[in-house]
């Protein structure tokens, strides 16, 4: 899917695999850093991640990526390449989950704690797996390598 709209960006029980829930993800990767944060609050609180959350009515999911990293951590992306697309699913959520992840290779601004994540910079050797999703480990590398998935 291209863009926004209520019906992309809401999932319905009547056709789940129709229309899945539409997130972003933004992964700053940067001198050969990451750019996580921390979630404070929330699902995936205690957890590392990328900066991301859903697409709203009339955006595009680009759109929404840029917001929502300048939300949660400050910054404004520059330079924004799409890497690949997740899709999760839940025994008690009741649609698929469609993650759009994004590198971000430049940025202005400097990053800053908000109300929902800590920002921290890891080199590519020092990514903390073990304080993130179960999958990361699985499609990290790929995204490192500038591979599409």
């Not at 699913?89 to 704690?113: A, L, N, R």
Request: glycine residues 12%.
């Amino acid at each position: 899917m291209a863009g926004g709209g209520a019906a992309a960006t809401e999932c319905h029980r009547s056709a789940p695999s129709t229309f899945p829930k539409l997130l972003t993800l933004a992964i700053v990767n940067k001198g050969g850093r990451l750019l996580l944060g921390l979630k404070k609050r929330g699902f995936g609180e205690g957890y590392y991640n990328g900066f991301g959350g859903k697409v709203e009515e009339g955006e595009t999911i680009e759109e929404a990526t840029a917001r929502e990293l300048e939300e949660e951590s400050g910054i404004i992306p520059l330079k924004m390449t799409k890497q690949g697309v997740l899709t999760f699913h839940f025994d008690d959520k009741p649609c698929p989950w469609e993650v759009h992840v994004f590198q971000v290779f430049d940025f202005i601004g400097e990053p800053h704690e908000t109300d929902e994540m800590s920002p921290m910079w890891f080199e590519h050797t020092d990514i903390p797996f073990g304080k993130m999703w179960k999958d990361d480990p699985i499609w990290y590398p790929l995204l490192l390598k500038g591979e599409m998935f």
